[in-house]
């Protein structure tokens, strides 16, 4: 008896959906392995009072990268893939534990490491009561604008904050996407 064709493309996503969770599954390790030597290298600094070794590290750059991580956990788990929500949730803790060091450190502002504190605890019980089903499905859209307005705002000041030595040190590009990314949020509503 020969299998319908349509049930055999089933089989077939249904094999493929498996292959790529295991895989995503599998990129825990990597992103363990990613930031460890950073938090290692970090601890021995600052336990050694060499503070300044910290300064190296840019911290707009891991900002960038945590809301990046925070922004795609919020992406999977409205679409429920499990495992790549553990990836991105393993790079918000990772990334976040160095930001605590550069801001132990001083090589990181305190009030824009309470105000990321602040974002990242927010974003992780929300994703969290989201996965769970716990949240109001009003406050997840206000979550997903501001994750929104917040990411389109930041990259681009961040980029523009790489060539400070060469252009005018402004948070011009920053206000610019942040107007721009309002405005269509508001739209899209």
Not at 38 to 52: D, E, F, S, T
Not at 150 to 175: A, D, E, I
């Given at each position: 008896?020969?299998e319908?064709?349509?049930?055999k493309?089933?089989?077939?996503?249904?094999?493929?959906?498996s292959t790529?969770a295991?895989?995503?599954?599998?990129a825990n390790l990597?992103?363990?392995?990613?930031?460890?030597?950073?938090?290692?290298?970090?601890?021995r600094?600052?336990l050694g009072g060499?503070?300044?070794?910290?300064?190296a590290?840019p911290w707009?750059g891991m900002?960038t990268?945590?809301l990046g991580?925070?922004?795609?956990?919020?992406?999977?788990?409205k679409?429920?893939?499990?495992e790549?929500?553990?990836?991105?949730?393993l790079?918000?803790?990772?990334?976040?534990?160095v930001m605590l060091?550069l801001a132990i450190g001083?090589?990181?502002p305190?009030?824009h490491f309470?105000?990321?504190?602040?974002?990242?605890?927010s974003g992780?019980?929300?994703?969290?009561?989201?996965?769970?089903?716990?949240?109001n499905?009003k406050?997840?859209q206000?979550?997903e604008?501001?994750?929104?307005v917040v990411?389109?705002?930041?990259?681009?000041?961040?980029?523009w904050?790489?060539?400070?030595?060469?252009?005018?040190?402004?948070?011009?590009?920053g206000f610019?996407?942040?107007a721009a990314?309002l405005?269509?949020?508001?739209m899209v509503?």
């Amino acid at each position: 008896i020969k299998e319908p064709e349509k049930s055999k493309r089933n089989h077939a996503l249904e094999q493929w959906d498996s292959t790529t969770a295991k895989l995503a599954g599998a990129a825990n390790l990597p992103f363990l392995l990613l930031q460890l030597p950073q938090i290692v290298l970090n601890a021995r600094n600052l336990l050694g009072g060499n503070n300044a070794a910290l300064l190296a590290v840019p911290w707009l750059g891991m900002l960038t990268g945590l809301l990046g991580n925070l922004s795609l956990a919020s992406y999977f788990i409205k679409k429920k893939e499990t495992e790549a929500v553990v990836v991105q949730t393993l790079g918000v803790v990772f990334t976040y534990v160095v930001m605590l060091q550069l801001a132990i450190g001083e090589a990181m502002p305190f009030p824009h490491f309470i105000a990321t504190s602040l974002v990242v605890a927010s974003g992780m019980a929300l994703n969290f009561s989201k996965y769970f089903d716990l949240i109001n499905p009003k406050i997840w859209q206000l979550w997903e604008d501001f994750i929104t307005v917040v990411g389109l705002s930041v990259l681009p000041q961040v980029m523009w904050s790489t060539f400070v030595p060469y252009v005018p040190n402004t948070v011009l590009p920053g206000f610019i996407s942040f107007a721009a990314s309002l405005i269509s949020v508001i739209m899209v509503r």
